[in-house]
C-alpha cells in the first residue's frame, strides 16, 4: 500500500509528464468497459512517454473484497496493463482525505451541516411534491462556528458556488457547460470521519500527480462536483505559497453497448475479463485489439499491433457515440492472433486445458500446432483438435466418425494397413504418395479413403489434413489405431 508521503514524493519526482491512472472499484470482476478504460489511460501515457497508474477504490469496506482485487490485477496482468508503479489503495489513504476535508473547513470553503436524515428526507419530499429540483440549502452553510453544537452529529460539506457557470473542455467530448446553481454543496466528510468518494478522489489524483482523467463518460456529472473541490484547493494553496493543485485535463470515453444497441450485458457478451482467457480461450493481443478499436481506431485498419497503438493513439480521435461490442467479432479477430502465436505458447495453453505435463507430449503439441491452429479460432477449439493425439486406444469414434466405419471401409481400412504397415520413410510427402497410389488403384477419390481413415485414427469427421494426422501420430500409433477399427488385415 502506499504511504501518502511516497505517494507525494513519487508524484513530485513525475514533476509536469503526464501521468494518467485506472481506478477500479473491488466490487467485483473486471469487466470489458472496465478494461478498455485501463488501455486508453495506458496507451495515453505511452504515447506521451509518460506514467500509468493503478488505484483501488475501496473505500467501500462491505462491497470491496480480496478476491475482486486480485482478479482486477489478474486481468490487467494477463492484457499486459500493470501498472508503472505499486498501486495506491484509496482506504489507507483516509486520513489524509480527511485532512483536506478540515483544510477545507478551516479556510472557509466549507462547513459542517447539522442537517439530519430526517431534515432532508423531508426536504426531499417536498420539492418532489412541487416538481422542482432539490437542491441543499443548508442554514449552517454561513453559520458562525461558535454557533456549532458540541453534542450533535454533522457532515462537512463543500460550499459550491451559487453563481455563473463551469466549463470542463473535455479532450472526448468537447466543452462542456453547467450551470453552478445545479451543483449541490455535497458532502465531503460523512458523520463517521470518513471520506467520500467526491473527496477521495480528487485527493488522490492531485496527491499522484495525475494530469489527465481519462474514464466513462458516466463521470461527467462528477468532474464538474470535483472541481470545486480541486479549485478550492488551488485558492488555499495559492494564498499560502505551498503550491497548486492544477485542474487535470478530462477525457470522458462513452460507454460500451452491445451490437443492438442496448446497455451492454451478459446477454451481448458483457463478461469479466478472467472469463475471456479461461472460458472463451482468447488471447490477450486479441483482446486488448478488439478494445482499442471499440471507440478508437486507425484508419480502416483492423489488426493493431500494441507497439502501432502507442505510436497512433490520439485521445481526441476517439468517438463521443457509444461502441458497439459485438462478441462474434472478437472471436474472429481471436482465430488472427491464434495462427500468428508463437507454436511453443500455444501448446503450453493446451496442455493445461488438456491437463498434460510430460516433455514429450509438449514436444509433440509443439510440433503439431502449425497444423492445428489453422483450424482453431480459440484455445478451447485448439484443446479439442488436439485430443486425437492423446486419445487412449481403443479410439471411440463420436457418432458421425462411427457412421463411417461400415464393414465395407473397415475393409478398405486394412489395405491401408497394409500399405502402411511397411513404410519406413513416415514423413508427410511419402505418405501422401502411398495413400493416393492405394486410391488410385481402387479407382477411388481419396475422400473415400481419407474419411473413414481420419474416423479410425482420430474418432471424429474433422480434423487436420489427413496426412498431417498421420506423420503427427507415427507409425506404430498409427497401425495399432487401425488394427482398432478395420477388419481382414495382414500382421
Known amino acids: ?17 503526464v501521468v494518467t491512472r485506472f481506478a477500479p472499484s473491488p466490487t467485483g470482476y473486471l469487466h470489458i468497459g472496465g478494461a478498455r478504460t485501463a488501455l486508453f489511460n495506458w496507451l495515453f501515457a505511452r504515447h506521451h512517454g509518460g506514467t500509468y497508474l493503478l488505484r ?3 473505500t467501500d469496506r462491505a462491497r470491496s473484497t480480496e478476491p475482486a482485487i486480485e482478479a482486477i490485477f489478474d486481468g490487467l496482468n494477463w492484457l499486459g496493463l500493470g501498472g508503472d508503479e505499486a498501486p495506491v489503495f484509496q482506504f489507507a489513504r483516509s486520513d489524509r482525505h480527511a485532512e483536506v476535508a478540515n483544510q477545507l473547513l478551516a479556510a472557509g470553503h466549507a462547513y459542517r451541516c447539522y442537517l439530519s436524515q430526517a431534515e432532508l428526507a423531508a426536504r426531499r419530499e417536498a420539492a418532489q411534491a412541487e416538481r422542482r429540483p432539490f437542491r441543499i440549502d ?9 454557533t456549532w453544537p458540541a453534542d450533535q452529529a454533522y457532515v462537512i460539506r463543500i460550499k459550491a458556488p451559487r ?12 466543452s462542456i457547460t453547467v450551470s453552478n446553481s445545479e451543483i449541490d ?20 489524483d492531485h496527491d499522484m500527480g495525475v494530469t489527465h482523467v481519462i474514464r466513462g463518460d458516466d463521470h461527467i456529472n462528477n468532474a464538474f462536483r470535483q472541481l470545486v473541490v480541486i479549485r478550492a484547493m488551488h485558492t488555499i494553496e495559492q494564498a499560502a505559497g505551498t503550491g497548486a493543485w492544477p485542474d487535470p485535463f478530462y477525457a470522458h470515453i462513452p460507454l460500451i453497448h452491445g451490437a443492438d444497441g442496448a446497455k451492454l450485458s451478459k446477454r451481448h457478451g ?17 483482446v486488448v485489439n478488439y478494445l482499442m478499436r471499440l471507440g478508437w481506431g486507425h484508419g480502416d485498419d483492423e489488426f493493431i499491433s500494441r507497439d502501432q497503438a502507442v505510436d497512433w493513439f490520439d485521445i ?3 468517438n463521443k457515440g457509444a461502441a458497439r461490442f459485438d462478441l462474434k467479432k472478437l472471436l474472429n479477430l481471436n482465430g488472427h492472433y491464434i495462427r500468428l502465436a508463437d507454436d511453443a505458447r500455444l501448446a503450453g495453453e493446451v496442455a493445461k486445458r488438456l491437463d498434460i505435463d510430460g516433455a514429450a507430449q509438449i514436444a509433440l503439441l509443439t510440433t503439431a500446432m502449425p497444423v492445428l491452429k489453422l483450424r482453431a479460432a480459440d484455445l478451447n477449439e485448439l484443446s479439442d483438435g488436439a485430443r486425437f493425439l492423446f486419445a487412449a486406444r481403443p479410439i471411440t469414434p463420436d457418432a458421425k466418425a462411427a457412421a463411417l466405419l461400415t464393414d465395407e471401409t473397415r475393409a478398405l481400412l486394412g489395405q491401408i494397413h497394409d500399405r502402411l504397415y ?29 474419411q473413414p481413415l481420419r474416423a479410425a485414427l482420430t474418432g471424429t469427421t474433422t480434423s487436420p489434413g489427413i496426412f498431417d494426422v498421420l506423420a503427427l501420430l507415427g507409425h506404430d500409433e498409427v497401425i495399432g489405431r487401425i488394427r482398432d477399427q478395420q477388419v481382414g488385415a495382414t500382421t
Open 56 to 58: 483501488i477504490e475501496d
Open 138 to 146: 443548508s442554514e449552517w452553510r454561513e453559520a458562525d462556528p461558535t
Open 316 to 318: 481526441a480521435q476517439v
Open 270 to 286: 458483457a463478461l469479466g475479463v478472467d472469463a475471456y482467457r479461461d472460458e472463451l480461450g482468447l488471447l490477450p493481443e486479441a
Open 422 to 450: 511397411p513404410v519406413t520413410d513416415w514423413t508427410v510427402e511419402a505418405l501422401e504418395v502411398v495413400v493416393k497410389a492405394l486410391a488410385e488403384e481402387c479407382g477411388l477419390g481419396l475422400g473415400k479413403l481419407a
Open 163 to 174: 453563481d455563473g457557470d463551469t466549463v470542463i473542455e473535455d479532450l472526448v467530448q468537447g
Open 1 to 17: 500500500m502506499a504511504s501518502t508521503s511516497a505517494t507525494n514524493s513519487a508524484a513530485s519526482d513525475r514533476k509536469a509528464a
Open 185 to 204: 454543496d455535497f458532502v465531503i466528510l460523512r458523520s463517521d470521519g470518513t471520506p467520500t468518494y467526491m473527496l477521495a478522489v480528487v485527493v488522490d
